[in-house]
């Protein structure tokens, strides 16, 4: 099925670990977003693609890097992962370039503990 | 500056109206609105482009006040396939910019 397609689905790491969540989709979208889903505090944006070649920091980037691949791909990482980046992550795409003319399509989400 | 939503959270009966608000304190270019249901992704449900706009889709639909600064979802009718959290997320800055979710209205339908 065509869409947003993240991995791992669930991944528990122990503190000062790296890891890096894989994105890709398949809609020949330009613009790729990573949020992070906190209890209470709705999704907030760590970083962003809004072409390929391009990345800009959201608003929760410490500690968090990104790597816009190719087109498809958006990979999100993690280099020492602390108990504060708890949560669950979220790829997003959509088809304007960095912007909000047109709907966001989600992936699954990744949910992510740090012991 | 992360739109405001309101209520927090609802509780419904099947075939109940409901009315969920989102303001902000800056200008707002479009409003889009997502609903997620538990343990899933958020959907697209419509966007917003144009001050005194308004959409539907099935039996929910929203309006958007430009001068206002605020948007409001309806759903009329409410069926148990209506519960999840409801987000509306409106651009940064210009409409070319991520969008900035509010943190959501959590929406429940019983029998």
């Known amino acids: 099925n065509a869409g947003v397609t993240q991995t791992p689905k669930f991944q528990v790491l122990k503190t000062g670990q790296s890891m890096t969540l894989q994105c890709a989709q398949d809609?020949?979208?330009?613009?790729m977003y990573w949020y992070r889903q906190d209890p209470g505090m709705g999704l907030r944006l760590i970083y962003y693609s809004a072409s390929e070649g391009t990345t800009d920091k959201g608003e929760v980037p410490n500690g968090y890097n990104v790597s816009r691949l190719n087109k498809r791909e958006f990979s999100l990482r993690l280099e020492s992962a602390a108990p504060s980046q708890t949560s669950v992550y979220f790829c997003a795409s959509t088809s304007h370039g960095g912007g909000s003319y047109y709907g966001y399509t989600f992936g699954s989400g990744t949910r992510l503990t740090v012991v | 500056q992360q739109p405001v939503q309101s209520p927090q959270a609802v509780i419904l009966r099947e075939g109940e109206d409901a009315v969920i608000n989102c303001s902000s304190s800056k200008a707002l270019y479009s409003v889009h609105w997502y609903r997620q249901k538990h343990g899933e992704a958020p959907v697209f449900l419509m966007i917003l482009l144009k001050g005194g706009e308004q959409k539907g889709h099935e039996k929910i639909s929203a309006s958007f006040n430009e001068k206002k600064q605020q948007s409001s979802l309806y759903l009329t009718a409410s069926q148990l396939s209506y519960s999840g959290t409801y987000f509306c997320g409106t651009p940064h800055n210009s409409g070319n910019t991520p969008l900035v979710f509010g943190k959501g209205t959590r929406l429940s339908v019983i029998a």
């Open positions: 809609m020949n979208h330009n613009s």
